[in-house]
């Protein structure tokens, strides 16, 4: 294969291809604009997948060129640690130059031709992501704001559009997928949104509705079960551990357990992999059958290992509840002391706490257990129930005020008012998105990044946050400094009511809807919207005598966390029969990209300048169509501008709209 990637190819002989668990995409003809707006991302990890199972099924019978491709696809998984790395592009079209080599010397048959090159065509399908490389957005932060309550006409928002927030906690209730919940939504430390609806205390055992005098009513006050929203605060006591040296996320684990070293491998997981889910161990434990916490321990520090450390990241309560005996360990504090000794209590937040000591009318009510009966003012979790209701894991307690205290915290760099339960520093270290080839999917230290299925438009490679089993969420975005936090006790009375992440998307989208857009005063400004599961078109027809260069100024939010939406430039030379992307190179400052596929990914809330080349068409008018397709997840939409729109003459507007000489509009 002549590659520049031979060039490195020796170094990748050391490591064996990691195979992902993706199903191999059954492909035998083209891939089509309509077959890229509905398939899932493809990693390289699947190409190679791919390879092996054509092998498998003796479709791919030279075994030194099948160990060939492995190779080089490795190197590339290896060597490219950024996935929007513009080498990425240019290194898998010289790879299917290789794959069209092969098939014509034969060594390639048809069939395993087409289903590679297909999968290579998702895969750059999914790689024309853009996004700038500016300074971290969590960057030089050292504030002390303190949260206010203000109305939504101080801090300029939309008023009607914020209001509609509780509408959408409604159609929850009458969806039946929650007994009440809380939502708390905040803007530049200003606090302008705070409802509760619904009943916090509403079934009995067996799942009928209580009388009205015996129901109790949800407040802003009432205490929540956070669940997993714990691990960001477990995260938070390892973080504060690193910065004084007590410990280093990159120590070994068995440097702090020694008995965890009970599997190879083991011994070489770190605690950075505890927190970022790529440690290697399971997903979960029972711990049922124990009676005694050293037993239990016992247990999970011995578990092996499912898949090799550092290779993927799957979702473990175990890695987390290591961390949390981690806390314990070097701080000789039970985790809940030191939770209260240096997060907490110095922030204020007096409502957040595991085992809470309070009167169970003011916690909300999990679900019905046929061994513990209502699980009410006790950790839901049967892990940490058994653990005595505090693990890293799950276990806190808390009410939405006193979240948005701890998210404020994160947006000011680790300060709030007079107290610093963190350096800047380790915020953003926590923060930044430490996934590479692992996952398709963004994760920070103990956080989520840019999780579309509920972060919806405020979504970016810089949004932090996480969800909780017992139906809690939050979502924290350092680009507008505001968050959302969603606390719901939908496993009441039981967990089978349906997943409730329609509503949190559309939570976090209402709030989008309230906040002004800036865009160009002059020209015409054409806008996609934002609305889900939609296919918008906007059409024009373009003069080539006038010029050989197709320009507009555009700024788009499209969300591409697993490539859920896709926006398309396209060209048509023979009246709209026939369509073909158009590649169109965007530029901003010194930054440049050219999209050639679709559109994913997001400018930042910045406009930019998009140009393409026309100069080789012969004919004297041609279509340009913006294509923009959604699904039930997407971010804030598609913005065009075109530089001269006297060149540019409409021809359908499908789903878009036309804004004309305003500063500032809220999307839609």
Same mark, same amino acid.
């Given at each position: ?9 020796? %170094?990748?002989?050391?490591f064996?291809?990691?195979m ?11 891939? #089509?604009?309509e ?7 493809? /990693? $390289?990890?699947?190409?190679?997948l791919?390879?092996?199972? @054509?092998?498998?099924?003796?479709? @791919? ?12 696809l ?7 640690? !950024? ?33 590679l090159?297909t ?18 957005? =969590? ?18 928002? +939309?008023?009607?559009?914020l ?32 409802e ?5 205390y ?11 005098e ?15 929203? #714990? ?17 280093? %996320?990159d ?15 083991? !011994? /070489?997981?770190t605690?950075?992999?505890?927190? /970022? ?17 050293e *037993? ?18 799957i979702y ?9 005996? &981690?806390? *314990? ?24 706490m595991?085992n ?5 009318? #003011? ?15 006790d950790?839901h ?21 006193d979240l948005?205290?701890? $998210? ?32 398709h ?11 579309? =299925? ?16 017992t139906?809690t ?9 505001s968050?959302?936090?969603?606390? /719901? ?10 997943? &409730? ?13 309230s ?30 005598? *006038?010029? !050989?260069? $197709? ?6 939010? &499209?969300? +591409?966390?697993i ?17 073909k ?14 999209m ?8 930042? +809330? ?17 279509? &340009? ?8 997840s997407?971010?804030?939409g ?16 499908? +789903? ?13």
């Amino acid at each position: 294969m002549k590659s520049i990637l031979q060039l490195t190819l020796a %170094i990748a002989l050391i490591f064996s291809p990691v195979m992902f668990s993706s199903d191999l995409v059954h492909a035998e003809t083209e891939v #089509t604009d309509e077959a890229l707006t509905e398939h899932p991302s493809v /990693t $390289l990890g699947d190409i190679q997948l791919a390879i092996s199972r @054509l092998e498998q099924q003796g479709l @791919l019978t030279d075994r030194r060129l099948a160990s060939d491709l492995q190779r080089e696809l490795t190197v590339m998984r290896f060597f490219l640690k !950024d996935p929007t790395d513009e080498k990425l592009h240019s290194y898998m079209l010289e790879f299917q130059q290789s794959l069209a080599e092969y098939r014509n010397q034969s060594r390639l048959n048809e069939t395993t031709y087409e289903q590679l090159r297909t999968l290579t065509n998702y895969f750059l399908h999914r790689h024309d992501t853009l996004y700038f490389s500016y300074d971290s957005d =969590w960057a030089d932060r050292l504030e002390t704001t303190q949260l206010r309550y203000v109305l939504p006409e101080e801090s300029n928002l +939309n008023d009607d559009e914020l209001k509609k927030a509780e509408d959408v906690m409604t159609s929850g209730l009458e969806d039946q997928l929650y007994p009440g919940a809380v939502t708390l939504i905040a803007k530049d430390g200003d606090i302008v949104f705070h409802e509760s609806v619904g009943d916090s205390y509403k079934y009995d055992a067996n799942g009928e509705p209580l009388s009205n005098e015996d129901m109790i009513a949800m407040t802003n006050e009432t205490l929540f079960d956070l669940a997993s929203l #714990t691990k960001t605060f477990t995260a938070t006591a390892i973080m504060q551990l690193h910065e004084t040296n007590r410990l280093s %996320i990159d120590d070994l684990v068995i440097d702090y357990l020694p008995e965890f070293y009970t599997y190879p491998d083991k !011994d /070489t997981i770190t605690i950075e992999q505890l927190l /970022t889910h790529t440690s290697g161990l399971p997903a979960s434990i029972s711990l049922a059958n124990y009676d005694e916490q050293e *037993e239990m321990w016992e247990a999970i520090l011995s578990l092996e290992t499912v898949y090799t450390p550092g290779a993927q990241m799957i979702y473990s309560d175990v890695g987390m509840m290591i961390l949390g005996k &981690i806390v *314990e360990v070097v701080s000789e504090q039970s985790l809940d002391s030191y939770v209260e000794e240096w997060i907490t209590v110095p922030l204020g937040m007096t409502d957040t706490m595991f085992n809470p000591n309070r009167e169970l009318h #003011t916690i909300a009510p999990t679900e019905y257990s046929p061994d513990r009966g209502l699980v009410w003012g006790d950790v839901h979790d049967e892990k940490a129930a058994a653990l005595q209701g505090v693990a890293g894991h799950a276990g806190l307690f808390s009410t939405a005020y006193d979240l948005a205290i701890f $998210l404020q915290t994160m947006i000011n760099g680790g300060s709030y008012g007079d107290a610093q339960v963190l350096q800047p520093e380790s915020v953003q270290l926590m923060m930044e998105d430490q996934i590479t080839t692992e996952s398709h999917l963004g994760q920070s230290l103990g956080w989520n990044v840019n999780r579309g =299925w509920f972060m919806a438009g405020l979504s970016s490679p810089s949004t932090v946050g996480h969800t909780g089993f017992t139906g809690t969420s939050f979502v924290l975005d350092p680009l507008t400094d505001s968050f959302v936090i969603f606390l /719901t006790n939908r496993v009441h009375p039981t967990r089978d009511e349906g997943s &409730i992440n329609g509503v949190r998307h559309d939570l976090v989208q209402q709030f989008i809807r309230s906040i002004p857009y800036s865009h160009p005063l002059e020209g015409h400004t054409w806008y996609s919207g934002m609305t889900s599961n939609t296919s918008s078109e906007l059409v024009f027809e373009f003069d080539t005598r *006038e010029t !050989d260069r $197709l320009v507009f100024d555009t700024s788009f939010d &499209i969300l +591409n966390d697993i490539a859920r939406d896709q926006g398309f430039v396209e060209l048509s030379t023979d009246d709209g029969d026939t369509w073909k992307p158009l590649p169109v190179t965007i530029a901003m400052d010194d930054y440049t990209k050219t999209m050639h596929h679709s559109w994913i990914g997001s400018t930042k +809330n910045h406009w930019v300048e998009a140009q393409a080349s026309i100069e080789d068409l012969t004919e004297e008018e041609v279509l &340009i169509r913006f294509r923009y397709v959604t699904s039930s997840s997407n971010g804030k939409g598609w913005w065009i501008r075109p530089a001269d729109p006297e060149n540019w003459n409409l021809v359908n507007d499908q +789903n878009w709209s036309l804004i004309e000489t305003e500063l500032e509009v809220s999307v839609h």
